[in-house]
């Protein structure tokens, strides 16, 4: 079977065993990998949807795709599929770095991890051997050290591992992949810490079989050349990485600032991508076979760290009246060094800043002052005093203060660094996209700012429906093929299918290929079903559907019922936004209406 | 108040500004009607100007522009 393993690794932490399983053809031509097939496979391996997150019975899909490790550009990635302790929706996160490939390297498509190690534990999988390794001597390591120890102890391998954070169980923990990579986002670093986890290893000489080599060496150059023709991915991405859009952003009037209290903020320019390249001295690194190297590395005071991305500069800058570019860079180190996502750990932060504003929480802290903002992170992240309740995100924190309105999230996970008010499309991304509010399930970045491929109108609803489903089913196979969405810049949409055939052999007639995003959209959509997720679920915090912005976002609000309405009629699903029969046999999903039979929603 | 127009020109296009600067660049307002003189004036080639705003609204090279209004260019950006 070119392109895929075949094999999949099951380990349970809590009996120490494992087992080699073998999946069919249709199993990977139907969900393909990453993402596709981590949904499939938490759906096999998971007792139920209902599982709590931080159980043991709550499982872990590490997974590859069918281009992972081949000489297709951008193919390092892996994902992390589970169910959220955050949102109590399924999901997955995605990163790039060497893990991916070293998993394949072992002879997997996807490792399967349940239970729960009794200490302190790690993972060593190598192509003949699978050891548990008592690890409390590592316990509250940050991030560099445990790296380091890694690195050191095993230099052969590739690792993921999680920081304090993680252990702690905080709900907006990350997962490090490699020195430098990161699987973001809904707390998955919080499943590995409930599960004793703390770091996984991985090495192996074995390599994907390849069905069309010629083909597939001829697209590889093709897309080499894509990707050095645009500005975008030759150069600009690896110069400045992507905090180039803040000054972009802030003029469009849709930069968060003061917990999205405005949409531009007066010091933007000091934290935009430019002023860091004029003020940090700078490098770039890149994943495996990625020829764009987006990542930036910064000299700070102690050292080579990582630079902030766009989101962190949002989230720890301007949503924070922060507007000291070393500021942001300390905090941003700060969150990598504990494994804190920082988009959370910032909104959390505004969240409670406008809670006191407002008067309606005691507290010394205030928007635009960084005073105790470096302690307070830490206490997030050791579960210490007031850094206890936050770690449990905005939405909990919210509710518990009398005001879960003044969290910006979508289903608990906190809203990303562009305001829906003047980008409709994203607003309607936000609410609809099977883990919260992500702008990484479909970007309307692109069509509705950066005009790319045609400049449409980012103000009006009408329409956005149809162009984000659109995109919403290609990056769902993005994410399971895997590549890399910087691809997107450069490469038009018809070029994933034609990687996919030449490397796998099989032929994906065009309509079939868009199924299958589509497929896996809702299969994810059926888990939040399952868990009682209903329509009033797929919905933006108060103010934007109230308060206009600054700038050009004065008076504008997001009107989501209209664009909810055509979105769920264009999906194949009802009112309640339920999958009806059509739609889920056109999909081949029929076996999986039992899941969301017994839940409470109306069907009508 | 002098009629002037405000032009900040970001993600390296400040090389097209006299005085290096990227924001609060001063254009008089007898001098340039449209977006498209704008770019004339700085000798700003076309294909490097990708995104234009004009008080933070997308702009063609023919929108008239006025005194007193804020005109931002960038080149091809991207990321998220």
Redesign the interface.
């Known amino acids: 079977m070119p392109g895929w393993m075949g094999k999949i690794l099951y380990i349970d932490l809590s009996s120490k065993e494992h087992q080699i399983l073998e999946s069919g053809e249709d199993f990977y031509h139907k969900f393909l990998g990453g993402r596709g097939l981590g949904a499939r496979l938490l759906f096999k391996f998971l007792e139920t949807p209902h599982t709590e997150p931080l159980s043991s019975r709550n499982t872990l899909v590490f997974s590859t795709g069918p281009l992972t490790a081949t000489v297709v550009p951008t193919t390092g990635r892996m994902t992390l599929t589970t169910r959220s302790p955050l949102t109590g929706t399924i999901f997955d996160s995605n990163a790039g770095g060497y893990w991916g490939p070293a998993l394949k390297g072992a002879g997997y498509d996807a490792l399967v991890i349940t239970g729960k190690a009794e200490t302190l534990t790690r993972l060593e999988i190598n192509e003949n051997s699978i050891k548990f390794v008592n690890c409390p001597e590592l316990s509250g390591w940050n991030n560099s050290r445990t790296w380091e120890h890694l690195d050191q102890k095993l230099p052969e391998y590739q690792h993921v591992y999680i920081g304090p954070a993680g252990e702690n169980q905080v709900y907006f923990a990350s997962v490090s992949v490699g020195k430098n990579r990161t699987l973001g986002r809904g707390g998955m670093g919080a499943v590995l810490g409930s599960k004793n986890l703390k770091a996984v290893s991985l090495k192996g000489s074995r390599q994907p079989g390849v069905a069309d080599r010629k083909r597939t060496e001829k697209i590889k150059e093709k897309s080499l050349t894509w990707l050095e023709n645009?500005?975008?991915t030759a150069s600009?991405?690896e110069e400045?990485?992507?905090?180039?859009?803040v000054?972009?952003i802030n003029?469009?009037?849709v930069l968060p600032t003061r917990n999205f209290q405005e949409t531009?903020f007066a010091g933007a320019?000091s934290i935009?991508?430019?002023s860091l390249r004029d003020r940090m001295e700078a490098s770039s690194g890149s994943c495996f076979n990625c020829p764009i190297a987006?990542a930036r590395q910064i000299i700070g005071p102690e050292g080579e760290q990582a630079g902030p991305?766009?989101?962190t500069i949002g989230l720890l800058g301007s949503n924070l009246g922060i507007s000291d570019p070393e500021l942001i860079a300390k905090f941003n180190q700060l969150c990598n060094e504990l494994g804190l996502d920082t988009i959370s750990t910032g909104s959390v932060i505004a969240c409670l800043m406008e809670l006191v504003d407002r008067g309606y929480f005691d507290y010394q802290i205030s928007f635009a002052s960084a005073e105790g903002l470096a302690d307070l992170i830490e206490d997030i992240a050791r579960r210490r005093g007031l850094g206890d309740r936050l770690a449990r995100g905005s939405l909990r924190f919210a509710r518990e203060a009398g005001h879960p309105e003044l969290a910006m999230q979508v289903k608990g996970l906190d809203i990303p660094a562009?305001d829906p008010r003047g980008m409709k499309g994203q607003g309607l991304g936000y609410i609809t996209s099977n883990r919260g509010a992500c702008?990484?399930r479909a970007?309307m970045?692109?069509i509705e700012?950066?005009?790319?491929p045609e400049?449409i109108d980012?103000f009006t609803e009408e329409g956005k429906a149809a162009l984000l489903i659109q995109q919403q089913d290609l990056n769902a196979i993005l994410d399971s093929l895997i590549v890399c969405k910087?691809t997107l810049?450069a490469l038009a949409e018809g070029f994933y299918r034609e990687m996919l055939e030449a490397v796998t052999g099989v032929s994906f007639p065009e309509k079939e290929f868009y199924a299958i995003g589509e497929r896996i959209w809702n299969l994810e959509k059926i888990f939040n079903l399952a868990v009682g997720f209903q329509r009033c679920d797929d919905s933006l915090p108060l103010r934007f559907k109230v308060e206009g912005g600054s700038?050009?976002?004065a008076g504008e609000i997001v009107e989501e019922e209209k664009m909810l309405e055509d979105y769920y009629r264009i999906r194949g699903w009802n009112f309640s936004g339920i999958p009806v029969d059509e739609t889920l046999s056109r999909l081949e999903l029929r076996e999986f209406k039992h899941y969301f039979l017994g839940s409470d929603i109306n069907d009508s | 108040m002098t009629a002037e127009i405000t032009v900040n020109l970001y993600g390296g296009l400040e090389r097209y500004s006299p005085e290096g600067l990227r924001k609060g660049n001063r254009v008089p307002g007898d001098q340039v009607n449209t977006v498209r003189e704008v770019l004339d004036y700085f000798e700003i080639p076309r294909e490097e100007a990708r995104i234009i705003l004009v008080d933070g609204h997308h702009a063609s090279l023919e929108d008239q522009v006025n005194p007193g209004k804020v005109i931002s260019i960038f080149p091809l950006v991207g990321g998220g």
Do not use: I, K, V, W
């Not at chain 1, 400045?240 to 859009?245: C, E, P, Q, R, W």
């Open positions: 645009s500005p975008l600009r991405l400045m990485g992507t905090s180039m859009l000054n972009l003029e469009a009037g531009q320019d935009s991508g430019e987006c991305e766009y989101e562009f702008h990484l970007n970045l692109n700012l950066l005009g790319l400049r980012r910087f810049f700038g050009p976002l």
